[in-house]
T-cell receptor, first 112, second 109 residues
Framework: IAGITQAPTSQILAAGRRMTLRCTQD?????MYWYRQDLGLGLRLIHY???????GKGEVPDGYSVSRANTDDFPLTLASAVPSQTSVYFC???????????FGSGTRLTVV | GQNIDQPTEMTATEGAIVQINCTYQ??????LFWYQQHAGEAPTFLSY??LDGLEEKGRFSSFLSRSKGYSYLLLKELQMKDSASYLC??????????WGAGTKLIIKP
C-alpha cells in the first residue's frame, strides 16, 4: 500500500441495499475525509475524522455513516442506497492542520 | 454562506500562457490550495498559498490576495497533458477545505 487505497473501484448497487466503501491509508495521517463529486458541483464533504475515535458531519451527511476505529481505516457505509447517491466517492487524508490533502483513486458508485 | 467561484471552462493553445482565477468568501481563512484533476482520476496537489504574493513552482505559479479574496493559477508553456480540471479550495476557520466546482482547461494544438 502506498498512500490511500479505496475499494471497490466501481460498483453497481440495487436501491435499498447496504454498501460499505473502504478506505485505508499508510501515511499515519491523523485526519481523514469522505467526499462525493458530482458534475458541476465540485467536491462535497460527507463526513470527516480529525483523529482516530472521532468523527464529524460534513456538508452532505444524510444517508451515510462512518467509523474510525484506528488511524489507518475510514470506511463509509450507505445503510440503504438511493439513486441520488450515484456519484464518485473520494477518500482523502491530511497530516493534522498543515499541508494539503492526499486523495484515493475514487469509487464510482451507481445506484439503480 | 461560504462560496468559491471559478470559471467553468477555459480554452488555451499549446505553448501559451493561461490564468485561472478564483474568488472566495469564507468564514475565516487558513490557506488556499490549487489541485489538478485529470478526467477519471483523483485530484493531485499543485500549490498552497497562505500569505499574499506569488508562489512559483516550475511552469505553474499561484498568486494570493487575502484582502481581495482572490487567487489565480498561472500555467506557462502549456502542454497537451495540462488538459485537466483545476480546483481551487480554501481552508476555513474550522480548518475544513471549501472547494470550488473546478475549471476545465482545454488545450488545443
Amino acid at each position: 500500500i502506498a498512500g490511500i487505497t479505496q475499494a471497490p473501484t466501481s460498483q453497481i448497487l440495487a436501491a435499498g441495499r447496504r454498501m460499505t466503501l473502504r478506505c485505508t491509508q499508510d501515511m499515519r495521517h491523523n485526519a481523514m475525509y469522505w467526499y462525493r463529486q458530482d458534475l458541476g458541483l465540485g467536491l462535497r464533504l460527507i463526513h470527516y475524522s480529525n483523529t482516530a475515535g472521532t468523527t464529524g458531519k460534513g456538508e452532505v451527511p444524510d444517508g451515510y455513516s462512518v467509523s474510525r476505529a484506528n488511524t489507518d481505516d475510514f470506511p463509509l457505509t450507505l445503510a440503504s442506497a438511493v439513486p441520488s447517491q450515484t456519484s464518485v466517492y473520494f477518500c482523502a487524508s491530511s497530516a493534522s492542520d498543515s499541508g494539503g490533502y492526499t486523495f484515493g483513486s475514487g469509487t464510482r458508485l451507481t445506484v439503480v | 454562506g461560504q462560496n468559491i467561484d471559478q470559471p467553468t471552462e477555459m480554452t488555451a493553445t499549446e505553448g501559451a500562457i493561461v490564468q485561472i482565477n478564483c474568488t472566495y468568501q469564507t468564514s475565516g481563512f487558513n490557506g488556499l490550495f490549487w489541485y489538478q484533476q485529470h478526467a477519471g482520476e483523483a485530484p493531485t496537489f499543485l500549490s498552497y498559498n497562505v500569505l499574499d504574493g506569488l508562489e512559483e513552482k516550475g511552469r505553474f505559479s499561484s498568486f494570493l490576495s487575502r484582502s481581495k479574496g482572490y487567487s489565480y493559477l498561472l500555467l506557462k508553456e502549456l502542454q497537451m497533458k495540462d488538459s485537466a480540471s483545476y480546483l481551487c479550495a480554501v481552508r476555513d476557520s474550522n480548518y475544513q477545505l471549501i472547494w470550488g466546482a473546478g475549471t476545465k482547461l482545454i488545450i488545443k494544438p
